[in-house]
């Protein structure tokens, strides 16, 4: 099992520019999230979904949109990038009878 | 932050001697998760701590819950080079904003 993956591990944007990370498990769980990592900082929740096709808001929504349109794969949208958005992306998953969230290595994203 | 926070922010020790970090929280909870971050890796999970366990152990790691203070500790014993990292304390999807572990071999 590759567990959870995500594309692309690094990316560069300019002000204004759009961009979607994908986030996949093979793990047919469930919940999906997507947290943004800052320096010196913990792991903020940006937006979740309990299951296919349903998505929530989490603590740092604002700027991002999210998809999930098959169960094994949670998209995060940026449709116009800003600098505050530059930060390090994770992506987790999570069985409903579990409360482990396993992680995906990460995107670096960089916007100018 | 719905978290709180850890402390302390960073931690230097020696390879063998113990590392205990700290964390505090601010809601109810029903468990309290610790999770390990290697330098540009993801997280990984260590430890799962229930709101009605006081103490948990796992290999060289434990694990202590106080919810009437609510705070928790973890204690790496002996500890290796090779626990170098930063550890985060969550709260379902809260998460502290770490201590960053040093172990000098």
């Known amino acids: 099992n590759a567990g959870v993956t995500q594309t692309p591990k690094f990316r560069v944007l300019k002000t204004g520019q759009s961009m979607t990370l994908l986030c996949a498990q093979d793990m047919n769980h469930e919940y999906m999230y997507w947290y943004r990592q800052d320096p010196g900082m913990g792991l903020r929740l940006i937006h979740y979904?309990?299951?296919?096709?349903?998505?929530a808001k989490g603590e740092v929504p604002d700027g991002y949109n999210v998809s999930r349109l098959k169960k094994q794969n949670f998209l995060l949208g940026l449709e116009s990038a800003a600098p505050s958005q530059t930060s390090v992306y994770f992506c987790?998953?999570?069985?409903?009878?579990?409360?482990?969230?396993?992680f995906g290595p990460g995107t670096r994203l960089l916007v100018l | 932050s719905q978290q709180g926070e850890e402390d302390p922010q960073a931690l230097s020790i020696q390879e063998g001697e113990n590392a205990t970090m700290n964390c505090s929280y601010k809601?109810?909870?029903?468990?309290l998760q610790w999770y390990r971050q290697n330098s540009g890796r993801g997280l990984v999970h260590l430890i799962l701590?229930?709101?009605?366990?006081r103490e948990k152990h796992s290999g060289r790691l434990r694990v202590t819950l106080d919810t009437s203070k609510k705070s928790s500790s973890l204690l790496i014993t002996a500890s290796r080079a090779a626990d170098t990292a930063s550890y985060f304390c969550?709260?379902?999807?809260?998460f502290g904003s770490g201590t960053k572990l040093n172990v000098k071999p």
């Open positions: 969550a709260t379902k999807f809260y």
């Open positions: 987790a998953s999570k069985g409903g009878d579990q409360e482990t969230q396993y």
């Open positions: 979904s309990v299951g296919e096709g349903t998505t």
């Open positions: 809601t109810s909870i029903n468990n």
């Open positions: 701590i229930r709101s009605n366990e």
